[in-house]
């Protein structure tokens, strides 16, 4: 199956900081990439959905300029959690969606703990 | 009212035995189903797609949709331990390539 690598796995801050975090196809193009947010023992919650080329598209009570994401190429899209607090402390998940079939693929997820 | 509606468990079945997962979404234009499984730390992996009404058989793995009843259900035949996760249904609601709005997932757990 297509492979969706995310980096970091985990990352630790300090309250204040940004932390970005990285999410490539390896080996198709993803027109749109998803982010997920998954607080222990919750599902998963859509955070956004990013396009190769345009503004992504934030899902109700997800503050845009605290959690940045860019969509710069068919391969790679970043969510940079900006300021970050200890209630940002979280699981996060990306996915992609190629240009055929209704598939997702997930990256690997990235454990945020902020201090 | 929840878009997607999981039980969340535990279930508990023995090894060998058939567990039984079910979901029920709310958004009667829904055409995409999904099951996938998460390990405690671990990202989703999918289990199965299911798009039209009936039954769909992978291996152990069969998926049932009954879109009359918005109703979708994971059936897992010689449970193993190692099937012990959480299973989550996703339902996309326009079709296609779109966002999929998960369930709070079902904890499953395969006793020896």
């Known amino acids: 199956g297509a492979v969706v690598s995310q980096h970091p796995s985990r990352v630790i801050c300090k309250s204040g900081t940004s932390v970005k975090i990285e999410c490539r196809s390896l080996?198709?193009?993803?027109?749109?990439m998803f982010w997920y947010r998954q607080f222990p023992k919750q599902s998963l919650m859509l955070m956004a959905t990013?396009?190769?080329?345009?503004?992504?598209?934030?899902e109700q009570g997800v503050e845009k300029d605290k959690f940045l994401i860019n969509h710069a190429s068919l391969t790679l899209s970043t969510l940079t959690v900006t300021s970050a607090h200890p209630e940002d402390s979280s699981f996060y998940i990306c996915?992609?969606?190629?240009?055929?079939?209704?598939?997702?693929?997930f990256g690997e997820g990235s454990r945020l703990t902020v201090l | 009212q929840k878009e997607v509606e999981q039980n969340s468990g535990p279930l508990s079945v023995p090894e060998g035995a058939i567990a039984s997962l079910n979901c029920t979404y709310s958004?009667?234009?829904?055409?995409?189903f999904f099951w996938y499984r998460q390990y405690s730390g671990k990202s989703p992996e999918l289990i199965m797609s299911?798009?039209?009404?009936g039954d769909k058989e992978d291996g152990r793995f069969t998926a049932q949709l009954n879109k009359a009843s918005q109703y979708v259900s994971l059936l897992i035949r010689d449970s193993q331990p190692s099937d012990s996760a959480t299973y989550l249904c996703?339902?996309?609601?326009?079709?296609?390539?779109?966002?999929?709005?998960f369930g709070a997932g079902t904890r499953l757990a395969v006793h020896p």
């Open positions: 996915s992609a969606s190629g240009t055929s079939g209704g598939e997702l693929f």
């Open positions: 996703a339902v996309n609601p326009l079709g296609g390539y779109n966002k999929l709005i």
């Open positions: 990013s396009n190769e080329g345009s503004k992504a598209t934030y």
């Open positions: 080996d198709f193009q993803a027109t749109t």
């Open positions: 299911i798009y039209s009404n």
């Open positions: 958004d009667r234009v829904s055409q995409s």
